[in-house]
Each structure stands twice: as C-alpha cells, then as structure tokens.
C-alpha cells in the first residue's frame, strides 16, 4: 500500500520540490503581470494534483504557493485588468473538501481580483473540461501536474501540452518505479524506456534517461526547452520535468534548480557522488574543487569559442542554457578568454533578450595566437 503524504509531515524532499515550484511561480508571474506592455490578458495557473493544501504542520502546498505569489500583484491586476484564474483540482474527496475550505477562508478574508475554481476531478476529466482554456491563443498558461506515479501524462497528453501557445508546465514522476518496472506493460504504455539503457545508467541518473524519451517526444520542426531536477526521497529517485516554448521560462526554471543545487543546479543530493564540500580547495591546483560537470561544461564552451563552432553571443547564450546552465557562468568563461587575451574584448548580451530578432548579435573575434 502506497504511503500518501498528506497524512505526515512533508519530508525534504516534498519540500524541495515545494521550494522549486515557488521559486519558478515568483519567477514567473511578473513576466505576464508586471511588465509596461501587457500582452496576454488572460493568466491561468492549473494545478491538476492540488491535494488539501498544506501538511499537517501547516506547510503550505502547491495550491496556497500559488495564492501567496500572487499578493503582490493584486493592485497591478486590478489596475491593468488582466483576467487571472487559478483552476485546482484534487480527485480524493477527503482533500477536495479540506482545500475548498482552505479557499473559502482565504476569499472570505482577502477581496481577490482573480478567480480560484477547485474541482474534484479525474485527471483526464479535468484536462478534457480546461482544455479550451489551455488551447486559447489569448493565454498564458502555467501547469503544475504533480502525479503521485507515471500513468497521468501519457505521450498524448504531454505532446497536447507542449502544442499550446505560451504555455509552461512542470511535472512530478516516479523515476524509481520506470526503473524497477519499466519492462512491465503497464509501465511502458506511459514511458517506454530501452531495458538495456536502463541497465546500463545509474540509478541516480535515471531521470535523465526519463528526460531523454520525452524529448524524443518533440516533433522534429518544434522549439521546445526541457530540464530535469532529480529529488531524493528517502531510498527513491522521483524527479521534476520542466517545459517551455520559451527560453526565458527555461532560464528560469534553471535559476530556481541553481538555487536548490548550487553545485550542479540538478538534485536536491549529491548525484555525481563527489562529495565537495563549498570552498573545498584541490590538493594539487590550489583552486577551490568544482563538480566535474561543470569542469566539462566550462572545457566545452571554451572550445566552442576557440574553435569558431560558437560565433555570436546568441550562439553562447543558447548553448549555455541548453547545457543546463546560467549566463553567470558563461560570464565567467568569456571573461577570462578575454583577459588572456584570446578574443577581442566586447560587450556581449548573454540573457534571453538576445534570441530576439530585433537584438544586434555580436561576433566573438579570434585573436590568433594570443596576440
């Protein structure tokens, strides 16, 4: 019998996914509701796995992270008359109920300018009734899909997602159970993983197989940004898959899984197994010990430079983002190529305003032999 976490205390990793989701939502919300220019008047947030709302400590789940981001924006939403709703759905009925009550309360003492629907649906039941919603050309849409297992975001369903415009979602999977079962047909009708690749990567890193298959999902001729965080739960991997048809929502998603994860921005553990400690210096370089992760990004991108394959800092800032890093670490490297005295020094745009077409790309000049 499964163990349902509402019924304890959240554990660490509960609450690491907690913390992600509302770093992404605070990361999220000012680029539809805060900006000069509005340009999406409809805002919806779903969150199709809500449960009650809070642990039993009173830690607040995904739905009441939602309501509390959305407090500082209550003047601009009246003020620009952007229509907001957020849509919460829980199937268990005990939880429907503890969570309606919760929304009732919070309603009865904040007059909110935006709209809270709670359901008690089956997933599919629920997507099918918002599916217009999603669909709208209109919308910007952010969708939390926090499955307790791997059969509610079938292929269907995940390539339905990544169709609709200006549309994020992020969703929770069991990685351990595709591990363990993912031979079993009723595994694999939701993620058909090759047995021998499953074999064959760690246990730690099986999210990143998981990873892999849905963006073999993508159809060829669609731009489409994808990003793991690997959580540890007690003896189990589970993970978070991040998607965008933007790159900015993919930088900030990435910025939350840097603030999780300092040292790889990818596990709430220590998934290489290195165990660096911060400010841990080598014994041989006199420098303070990365992960080699990020030793072989760095290799990567100098050589990209060097060798002519990155040429523009659009080239730079993309590579940089979809090898699940940030443009303060790409500063770091173009800095120092600069001060050796191997490329020109410029001024170069390493954040998402560059892929523009408006934005003037800048090349990145060569200086031959260092001179």
């Not at 351990?176 to 090759?194: A, G, H, Q």
Request: proline share 4%; hydrophobic share 40%; charged share 25%.
């Amino acid at each position: 019998m499964s163990i349902d976490l509402h019924d304890q205390p959240f554990d660490e990793g509960t609450r690491a996914k907690l913390l992600i989701y509302g770093d992404y939502i605070r990361s999220w919300l000012p680029v539809f509701l805060a900006r000069k220019t509005i340009s999406w008047k409809r805002v919806n947030v779903f969150d199709f796995f809500a449960g009650p709302g809070s642990d039993l400590t009173g830690f607040i789940g995904s739905p009441l992270i939602i309501i509390k981001e959305l407090f500082p924006y209550i003047d601009l939403i009246r003020e620009k008359r952007i229509s907001v709703t957020i849509f919460l759905n829980e199937f268990v009925q005990s939880k429907y109920l503890l969570l309606s009550e919760k929304i009732k309360n919070i309603q009865a003492e904040h007059s909110l300018p935006y709209k809270i629907n709670v359901d008690s649906l089956d997933f599919k039941d629920a997507f099918e009734k918002y599916y217009n919603y999603l669909a709208s050309e209109n919308s910007a849409n952010l969708l939390l899909l926090d499955q307790s297992g791997v059969k509610h975001i079938t292929p269907e369903i995940f390539q339905n997602i990544i169709s609709f415009k200006t549309t994020d979602f992020l969703f929770f999977i069991s990685s351990s159970t595709i591990n363990r079962f993912s031979e079993l047909p009723t595994i694999k009708k939701y993620v058909d993983l090759n047995r021998e690749r499953v074999e064959a990567t760690e246990y730690y890193k099986i999210h990143t197989l998981i990873l892999e298959y849905y963006q073999n999902l993508i159809p060829k001729n669609r731009i489409y940004y994808l990003a793991p965080f690997s959580i540890k739960k007690g003896a189990n991997i589970y993970g978070l898959i991040f998607g965008s048809g933007h790159i900015l929502g993919m930088q900030k998603f990435l910025e939350a899984c840097w603030k999780a994860d300092p040292q790889r921005g990818e596990a709430n553990f220590d998934i290489d197994r290195e165990n660096l400690k911060p400010g841990q210096m080598g014994l041989f370089s006199g420098k303070e010990d990365q992960p080699k992760k990020v030793d072989i990004f760095e290799n990567e991108l100098q050589k990209g430079i060097l060798e002519k394959r990155l040429v523009t800092d659009e080239d730079v800032y993309l590579f940089t983002i979809r090898n699940g890093f940030l443009p303060k670490h790409t500063r770091k490297i173009t800095k120092a190529l600069m001060d050796e005295n191997k490329i020109k020094k410029v001024k170069l745009c390493l954040d998402s305003d560059i892929v523009k077409p408006e934005t003037p790309k800048t090349v990145l000049e060569i200086i031959a032999d260092g001179n």
